[in-house]
């Protein structure tokens, strides 16, 4: 198992993606982030097949930070996808969209999303947010055994 746990983060937005690890780094948080821009290069990622067949499967992911609107594959249909799957079932999965929509929100939790966070505007409310997101679901959250 590698050593530093993984954030995945699945977003098709490249400036979204640079606030992410912007806001990241600004929190020190130091873990990997790989970074895939659409549905079915995650679960490629998550399944290590398709161009991630390569990958470790031991690779120690940790969270994964969820846009909903993606190309190919949108992010509920990734996230049903994964709690069928008995080897992503417990993964922790956070939604993170610009999507305020009540029907995205119900759909995501009926999902099992973990949680369900909307992307502020402001740049400096976006790195608080992924700050306590990092802080929570890399230093506080306890994952099962695997």
Same mark, same amino acid.
């Given at each position: 198992m590698t050593a530093q746990p993984i954030i995945?983060?699945?977003e098709d937005n490249a400036s979204d993606e640079e606030l992410t690890?912007?806001? %990241?780094k600004r929190a020190n948080i130091t873990n990997r982030v790989v970074v895939v821009r659409d549905g079915a290069a @995650?679960?490629?990622?998550l399944f290590a097949r398709?161009?991630?067949?390569?990958?470790?499967?031991?690779?120690?992911?940790?969270?994964?930070l969820l846009? %909903?609107?993606l190309p190919k594959l949108g992010g509920l249909d990734v996230l049903r996808a994964l709690r069928a799957d @008995?080897?992503?079932r417990v993964l922790p999965v956070v939604i993170l969209t610009s999507s305020r929509e009540d029907r995205d929100l119900a759909e995501g939790y009926a999902?099992?999303?973990?949680?369900y966070i909307v992307k502020p505007v402001d740049f400096?409310?976006?790195a608080e947010a992924v700050k306590q997101l990092g802080l929570y679901w890399l230093v506080l959250n306890q994952r099962p055994p695997r």
């Open positions: 995945l983060l699945v690890l912007r806001a %990241l @995650a679960l490629d990622y398709g161009a991630h067949a390569d990958r470790a499967p031991d690779e120690n992911i940790q969270v994964v846009d %909903l609107n @008995a080897r992503t999902g099992g999303a973990n949680s400096l409310q976006f």
